[in-house]
C-alpha cells in the first residue's frame, strides 16, 4: 500500500469515528450533596486536581469532541464518578481510598496533568490536601 492509500485510509477512519456516540454527551447530572469543605485551600485544591473526574461539575474541555480522545476523556470521568464523586453521598471507605491514591502520588493522574498543568500537586499540596479531605469527611 502505498503513502497517499494509507493517509486516506487513516482519513477515512478519523473521520468515520467521530460518529461514534459514546464519550460526547458531558453529562453534569444534578449534585445531590453540598460539600461543607474544611478550609478554602481544600476546596481550591480538590477543583483543582479532582473535580474534574470526581465530581457532576466536570469542565469539558473543545477537545473532549475529537474521538477517539472523547472516548478516552468520558471514560475516565464515568469511572473517577464511579469511585468517588462528591456531588453524592461519600463513605468513609472511598476517602480514606482516594487518601490513599493521592499519598501514593497516583492520583491526579499522569496523563490527566500532561493536559492540565494547574491539576499537578506539590509535596505540600498533596499533604494538605489530604488533611483537607480527611477534615471535611472524616472528622465531622
Not at 18 to 40: A, C, I, M, R
Not at 48 to 70: E, G, M, Q
Not at 113 to 140: C, P, Q, V, W, Y
Amino acid at each position: 500500500m502505498n503513502l497517499a492509500k494509507l493517509a486516506l485510509a487513516i482519513a477515512i477512519i478519523a473521520i468515520a469515528i467521530q460518529f461514534v456516540p459514546y464519550g460526547k454527551e458531558h453529562k453534569n447530572p444534578p449534585s445531590t450533596l453540598e460539600v461543607q469543605w474544611d478550609s478554602p485551600k481544600t476546596k481550591e485544591l480538590f477543583d483543582r486536581a479532582c473535580k474534574d473526574c470526581h465530581s457532576n461539575y466536570t469542565n469539558w474541555p473543545i477537545y473532549a469532541n475529537i474521538a477517539p480522545i472523547s472516548w478516552l476523556i468520558a471514560h475516565d470521568v464515568d469511572e473517577g464518578r464511579e469511585h468517588f464523586n462528591i456531588s453524592h453521598s461519600v463513605k468513609a471507605k472511598t476517602i480514606k481510598e482516594a487518601i490513599e491514591e493521592i499519598e501514593e502520588n497516583e492520583m491526579p493522574p499522569s496523563l490527566y496533568t500532561l493536559m492540565h498543568k494547574e491539576a499537578k500537586l506539590t509535596k505540600d499540596e498533596r499533604e494538605s490536601l489530604i488533611n483537607g479531605l480527611k477534615k471535611t469527611f472524616l472528622e465531622r
